[in-house]
């Protein structure tokens, strides 16, 4: 992402907590190439097992581009978040 631009446009990665939709979402999303990624669809009314799954397998194909959690959580898993490498 170029430092000094005002905006960009991020694809957000949906699929809720299917986790064939969501690399699906993942992998045609990456291929519009966009400056970012952002990861949708979440809340904090899906059971937290399946939320931390999902969050694990949207990362790991989302980075090393840059990628964003668009979605809730409580404290703890934003920290657990950024340490995949979100922001």
């Not at 699906?24 to 059971?47: D, K, N, Q, W």
Request: aromatic residues 4%.
């Amino acid at each position: 992402m170029d430092p000094d631009a005002t905006q960009a446009l991020f694809g957000i990665v949906q699929g809720g907590t299917d986790l064939e939709l969501r690399k699906e979402s993942a992998e045609r999303t990456i291929e519009i190439g966009f400056p970012g990624y952002a990861m949708g669809g979440l809340s904090v009314g899906e059971p937290r097992d399946l939320t931390q799954e999902v969050v694990e397998l949207t990362s790991s194909i989302c980075l090393p581009t840059s990628a964003v959690s668009d979605g809730g959580g409580t404290p703890e898993e934003i920290a657990a978040y950024a340490a995949l490498g979100l922001t």
